[in-house]
């Protein structure tokens, strides 16, 4: 049995090749469109979040700052407390009179801590419709480091910012003060001494918590 192959003329191989190429050349186009599109979505959905995220950011660090001022400000007179008893211990002042001298000072017998409220609404936005998948590497490993060191200071403050203290103690000091009773001096420095440290380690974690926040915004938070 013979088959013979039918011969297309050549204009017809030439059209075809021309179709051909069109509708390859159509797709290809298609797909790099399709792409550029996507791609310039993702750039505008990643300023957009880090826009977003840098002003919480500096929202945040502003708080921080506000709360270290009002910390110092509120140790002062602690410190002024505790100089003025111990100076009077290394005198040898009667208890008597270190009461009276207490009694004259009592206002300063206060504990008064501040501590900011860390913002992460934009930073969960872009966790959760991740765009922060779309950010620069460098930059968002910024980001979820200053958003670490948050929730690690929130969690101290939660949990162990009140561990050294002995409140109870505080609180019946304080009573029998304002209630003109005498107190021990040594009792009543080794509270004020654990009210000084809750202080202090509550700026020490908002400032390493500054730091992360800072490190995290373009030019140093400035």
């Known amino acids: 049995m013979h088959f013979e192959v039918p011969k297309l003329r050549k204009h017809s191989l030439k059209e075809f090749a021309q179709h051909y190429l069109m509708i390859v050349l159509s797709i290809l186009t298609a797909l790099g469109l399709e792409q550029w599109i996507e791609r310039a979505h993702h750039r505008h959905a990643a300023e957009y979040a880090s826009t977003q995220i840098e002003a919480e950011l500096r929202a945040n660090l502003n708080d921080i700052r506000t709360s270290k001022q009002v910390n110092a400000q509120n140790l002062g007179p602690l410190n002024e407390l505790n100089d003025a008893i111990i100076a009077d211990v290394r005198k040898g002042v009667p208890d008597k009179l270190i009461n009276q001298h ?121």
């Open 102 to 222: 207490v009694q004259s000072l009592q206002g300063k017998f206060t504990l008064s801590v501040n501590w900011p409220t860390f913002a992460s609404q934009a930073w969960d936005v872009a966790v959760a419709n991740q765009s922060a998948t779309w950010i620069d590497t460098a930059t968002l490993r910024r980001f979820s480091a200053a958003y670490a060191a948050q929730r690690e200071a929130a969690t101290w403050v939660t949990h162990d910012s009140t561990l050294a203290l002995d409140v109870p103690r505080m609180v019946a000091l304080r009573t029998r003060i304002q209630l003109g009773v005498d107190i021990d001096p040594i009792e009543f420095l080794s509270v004020v001494r654990q009210m000084i440290n809750t202080n202090t380690q509550t700026q020490l974690h908002l400032e390493q918590t500054e730091k992360q926040v800072v490190a995290a915004l373009p030019a140093g938070g400035n």
